[in-house]
Nanobody
């Protein structure tokens, strides 16, 4: 079964950090772009960061600039989202998704081939 699985979410205080992981099973991430998306209650799913198959990073959410970073470890078949200086407005379900089309990134949700089930991130004191 081809799937990606997120982990690492949880409850954190404002200013804290979390690292989310996106692990693939059944296929290699080497040729895929991996995007991190988030969806807050009552809002549309938005693209946050993406890393292409070649390692090029594209940021989509200006609100996370300087705070979130994305990286990939092909040997572990895993992509990470490091989130620092978290704010209450970062509270959302975070999803990772894999996109095969020439391994390039996109903010267009339907263009991704595999989605994880999501992991909840709650930033609150």
């Amino acid at each position: 079964q081809l799937q990606v699985v997120e982990s690492g979410g949880g409850l954190v205080q404002p200013g804290g950090s979390l690292r989310l992981s996106c692990a693939a099973s059944g296929f290699s991430l080497d040729y895929y772009a991996i995007g991190w998306f988030r969806q807050a209650p009552g809002k549309e799913r938005e693209a946050v960061l993406c890393i292409s198959s070649s390692g090029r990073i594209t940021g989509y959410a200006h609100s996370v600039e300087g705070r979130f970073t994305i990286s990939r470890d092909n040997a572990r078949n895993t992509v990470y989202l490091q989130m620092n200086s978290l704010k209450p407005e970062d509270t959302a379900v975070y999803y990772c998704a894999a996109r095969e089309i020439v391994g390039h990134c996109s903010a267009y949700v339907p263009s991704y081939d595999y989605w994880g089930q999501g992991t909840q991130v709650t930033v609150s004191s």
